[in-house]
Nanobody, 121 residues
Framework: QVQLVESGGGLVQAGGSLRLSCSAS????????MGWYRQAPGKQRELVAT???????NYADSVKGRFTISRDNAKNTVYLQMNSLKPEDTAVYYC???????????????WGQGTQVTVSS
């Protein structure tokens, strides 16, 4: 089993910053892509940012230039630095990791429990 634990959410005013962290643990052989997704009340879950094992990144248009995704492979951890936050960034943010388990031959997706980010105007 793989467990992803997020931290770093909270309440900030518009224009502020937060740094989210997600650490993976378990019988992991390797981690492929990692990413952050978010879901606001009444909306579908949406991709925020992804990062490959080699460090290539992809961002939703709505966060480009404001958010930065990074990872520390030695720690099995992915981060999301969020700057210039806007009220529309308010959502529950979920960490995702595509993992090859030890002894497995396939990739499997795992999700964290989510962390609340609230941005006030």
């Amino acid at each position: 089993q793989v467990q992803l634990v997020e931290s770093g959410g909270g309440l900030v005013q518009a224009g502020g910053s937060l740094r989210l962290s997600c650490s993976a643990s378990g019988r992991i052989f390797s981690i492929n892509d990692m990413g952050w997704y978010r879901q606001a009340p009444g909306k579908q879950r949406e991709l925020v940012a992804t990062i490959t094992s080699s460090g290539s990144t992809n961002y939703a248009d709505s966060v480009k230039g404001r958010f930065t995704i990074s990872r520390d492979n030695a720690k099995n951890t992915v981060y999301l630095q969020m700057n210039s936050l806007k009220p529309e960034d308010t959502a529950v943010y979920y960490c995702n990791a595509r993992v090859v388990l030890a002894g497995s031959f396939r990739l499997s997706d795992y999700w964290g429990q989510g962390t609340q980010v609230t941005v006030s105007s």
